[in-house]
């Protein structure tokens, strides 16, 4: 009977044998880099309430997110870690004492464009710090990132310091609509790769007022005695003024047919007259914005360059000092400086953060990949339903990206792991009994091992072990019975000995040793 093949969903992977090894070595070495600072293992559940991310985590994610409604539930597939670490501390551990510190390994789920190293499904492993806040703490986070890739042997790589407040603190200065701010915390990094106008073109999608290029006075301009009518319904509170509107048009005889309701059309018509003047403000975020994500070098220079900036706008340099002082704490880990750079067009995608956000890249082979990134976010524990505020910062790497810097620069292979240390057969079918018997003791004494279960001859059985990558070969017959010993087959070297049990345990851990 013909059937058709089923194919895997796009955009996400099977993890083969080989590939499934070397994941495991990477999360090993990094939870132990983890454990050696004090952090715990904690896992969350795949799916949680879709209300988890919409209220922090900005729209870079929940745009993306895999969000679906079951028995008038909306749920929501896992699209990050750091919410749901937080809402199982605060179901929890938050009476524990603080700091409370959290590590996590996982798939998470993001509806990606496939391409080239973008997936819909990747792991990410990474750490939580709640509780403690201020440089010390953010350098130990930094310098936990930077020692994971040092265990694995990444060692070429570049880390990216910045700090969202500088550009945070600008825009509360503005005192912009919310709507708008949280637009333009999103578009640091699209200002920087596609440059000023595509985020122009973007701002006035959502905010028609906004025109590029044009000044408040020009637009304010047009008409004088529109602008005489906004200026008093501006000074008037919302309910004033909707009533006012709503008199207005019915002493001038003016009725609204729309497929709107009345009430919806003139609160369309508020948003635009009470907010129409933030075009002077939207024009001086994105200059502000466009010097800031230029300033990204070495960190002494960069911090006297910040410093200017910061003066020409009038903003207080709270961010900036918070920088240096983790500049300063960073000294007494062990880091090479040479590896840190500054960069405050860093925003990260997430609006949960509050400060500092550093990500790290490995360029070395020409191709920049980034392998780690995190941050600040003293605000979500609150806006998640913390009774207090609680601080906290922490960073992920993302695993595929770990995986494939390590195959390409021959740190590990896909094809050298051996899963089975020792194929264990017979001559003959008489003896299968026996080199089960045989396979079970060298497993209780350590070893992995496979016996012959397709009743192959000999040279066949050497032949699938030289294909499998087994290194050795316990061949059992009457005289090894006897004398309770096997004969051990080095397939590498072509050595043959009659060993007793624990000497063939000592001869294939041995080789281990000499082949590492």
Not at 378 to 394: F, H, M, N, Q, Y
Not at 447 to 468: F, K, P
């Amino acid at each position: 009977m013909q059937t058709t093949k089923v194919e895997r969903v796009r955009g996400v992977n099977d993890i083969l044998p080989n590939t499934y090894q070397i994941d495991r070595q990477i999360k090993s070495t990094l939870s132990t880099n983890f454990e050696s600072y004090g952090y715990q293992p904690i896992d969350v559940p795949l799916i949680e309430y879709t209300e988890l991310y919409l209220k922090k985590s900005g729209e870079d994610i929940i745009s993306r997110l895999y969000d679906f409604v079951y028995r008038n539930r909306r749920l929501c597939l896992r699209p990050e870690f750091t919410a749901s670490v937080v809402r199982a501390y605060l179901d929890h551990l938050q009476e524990l004492p603080l700091p409370m510190r959290l590590y996590y390994t996982g798939p998470v789920f993001r509806y990606e464009q496939p391409q080239k190293e973008r997936y819909r499904q990747f792991t990410q492993m990474g750490i939580e710090l709640i509780g403690a806040t201020g440089a010390i703490a953010d350098a130990e986070v930094i310098s936990m990132a930077s020692q994971g890739l040092d265990r694995l042997g990444l060692t070429e790589y570049q880390t990216f310091i910045g700090h969202v407040g500088l550009l945070n603190n600008f825009l509360d200065h503005l005192e912009l609509d919310t709507r708008l701010r949280s637009f333009l915390l999103t578009q640091m990094e699209t200002l920087r790769t596609e440059g000023k106008e595509v985020v122009e073109n973007r701002l006035a999608e959502i905010y028609p007022a906004f025109k590029k290029n044009t000044s408040v006075e020009e637009q304010l301009d047009t008409n004088t005695t529109t602008t005489k009518i906004a200026d008093i319904l501006q000074s008037l509170e919302e309910s004033e003024a909707r009533t006012a509107i709503f008199e207005l048009l019915e002493s001038m005889k003016i009725g609204l047919t729309s497929t709107r309701a009345p009430e919806e059309i003139v609160d369309r018509l508020l948003v635009k007259i009470k907010h129409q003047d933030q075009t002077q403000q939207l024009n001086q975020a994105l200059e502000f914005m466009t010097e800031l994500s230029q300033l990204k070098g070495e960190p002494l220079a960069i911090f006297k360059e910040t410093e200017k900036l910061l003066s020409a706008y009038s903003i207080d340099g709270y961010g900036l000092a918070q920088l240096q002082d983790i500049w300063k704490s960073l000294e007494a880990f062990n880091i090479d400086k040479n590896h840190i750079s500054l960069d405050l067009g860093i925003s990260r995608g997430l609006q949960y953060y509050t400060g500092m956000v550093f990500e790290i890249y490995d360029s070395n082979l020409g191709v920049e990949r980034k392998l780690c990134g995190g941050g600040r976010y003293d605000d979500l524990v609150v806006s998640l339903g913390g009774v207090k505020e609680t601080p906290a910062t922490g960073f992920s790497y993302v695993m595929e990206a770990l995986r494939k810097e390590l195959v390409e620069k021959e740190n590990l292979s896909l094809n050298n792991y051996q899963f089975v240390e020792v194929l264990v057969v017979g001559l003959s079918r008489e003896d299968y009994s026996d080199s089960v018997r045989i396979a079970e003791k060298l497993r209780e004494l350590g070893l992995r091992v496979e016996t012959d279960v397709m009743a192959r001859n000999i040279e066949s059985n050497i032949e699938y072990a030289n294909q499998q990558n087994i290194p050795f070969v316990a061949i059992l017959n009457s005289a090894e019975k006897q004398e309770h010993k096997l004969l051990l087959k080095n397939l590498d070297s072509g050595e043959e000995q009659n060993l007793e049990l624990n000497e063939v345990v000592d001869r294939v851990r041995n080789n281990v040793v000499k082949q590492r």
